[in-house]
């Protein structure tokens, strides 16, 4: 019953123009700001931390409109895909023909940010790509998340060991994995780097993938554009990733630091970057 009236409130809230949508997605983001001490302890400090060291102009008002935006933008894209494929302006595009050209497949990098969700589906325009995602705990919300992101020539495999499988997979046929690189992975699967400043536990997994077959790695931002405007794709290639997983995750990570500064109010600072999973090691010392 939870799903049904989940599903109803999704097609109802869906069903709305895009601009209709992100207004009600930023009155979400001041509500989650103003009414949970928690999510202001999160989203706050790392916020105000990075456009300081940056010296960028502090927006937060804007910032805690845009979290909102970047649910109500997934919830949208997720429902509406033909629409958002007409809203959306690519930028560098020669860089991923360029990439999947070679014939080792893709590693596309993708962070929270802006209207993230449209960017495989602007690629399963021209490719089949395997996803990696995080299955939600409770199973019912799990499941409107999975239909939610079906679409043709995307395929969606869970963060575990068969996971990475289907992945090695696909990159020997040629094709494109996508990875959220800003993510916590779970104990044992990270590595303690710098991300703005602070240890943060990073992943390797893309270079390690990439690595094996000599696969281009490549970074997508999707900056929304304004309230019903749609969002400005890029891709940006990265250099050969480390063997070694220390620096592989570092330069990981600043690469997503530089997505990030694309358009700072856009990023998920509500999600805590810099927390220690368990049976992870403890984080350096600073």
């Known amino acids: 019953m939870r799903k049904l009236l989940l599903q109803l409130s999704l097609n109802s809230l869906t069903a709305l123009p895009l601009a209709l949508m992100q207004v009600i997605g930023a009155c979400m983001g001041m509500l989650a700001y103003t009414g949970s001490k928690q999510y202001r302890s999160f989203f706050r400090p790392q916020y105000e931390a990075v456009v300081s060291a940056h010296n960028l102009p502090m927006k937060l008002w804007e910032a805690i409109r845009a979290s909102g935006m970047l649910f109500s933008d997934s919830l949208w894209i997720w429902r509406n895909p033909q629409k958002a494929l007409k809203l959306v302006e690519v930028q560098n595009w020669d860089v991923v023909e360029s990439a999947i050209n070679e014939g080792h497949g893709l590693v596309m990098l993708t962070p929270h940010l802006g209207g993230f969700e449209i960017i495989p589906r602007v690629?399963?325009?021209?490719?089949?790509?395997?996803?990696?995602?995080?299955?939600?705990?409770?199973?019912?919300?799990?499941?409107?998340?999975?239909?939610?992101?079906?679409?043709?020539?995307?395929?969606?495999?869970?963060?575990?060991?068969?996971?990475?499988?289907?992945?090695?997979?696909?990159?020997?046929?040629?094709?494109?994995?996508?990875?959220?690189?800003?993510?916590?992975?779970?104990?044992?699967?990270?590595?303690?780097?710098?991300?703005?400043?602070?240890?943060?536990?990073?992943?390797?997994?893309?270079?390690?993938?990439?690595?094996?077959?000599?696969?281009?790695?490549?970074?997508?931002?999707?900056?929304?554009?304004?309230?019903?405007?749609?969002?400005?794709?890029?891709?940006?290639?990265?250099?050969?990733?480390?063997?070694?997983?220390?620096?592989?995750?570092?330069?990981?990570?600043?690469?997503?630091?530089?997505?990030?500064?694309?358009?700072?109010?856009?990023?998920?600072?509500?999600?805590?970057?810099?927390?220690?999973?368990?049976?992870?090691?403890?984080?350096?010392?600073?």
């Open 123 to 286: 690629l399963a325009q021209h490719f089949t790509a395997t996803i990696l995602y995080r299955p939600s705990r409770q199973e019912w919300l799990n499941e409107v998340v999975e239909e939610g992101r079906t679409y043709p020539n995307m395929h969606f495999v869970p963060t575990n060991l068969n996971g990475v499988r289907q992945m090695t997979r696909a990159l020997t046929r040629g094709e494109a994995i996508g990875i959220l690189p800003d993510q916590v992975p779970s104990g044992g699967e990270g590595v303690w780097v710098p991300f703005f400043g602070r240890p943060a536990y990073t992943t390797p997994l893309p270079a390690r993938l990439a690595n094996r077959n000599n696969t281009p790695v490549v970074m997508f931002t999707a900056k929304r554009k304004g309230i019903g405007k749609g969002w400005l794709m890029q891709a940006t290639r990265l250099a050969t990733l480390s063997e070694d997983a220390n620096i592989a995750a570092t330069q990981i990570n600043v690469a997503i630091e530089n997505a990030v500064l694309v358009a700072p109010e856009q990023f998920i600072w509500s999600y805590n970057r810099y927390k220690h999973p368990a049976g992870a090691e403890l984080p350096p010392s600073n």
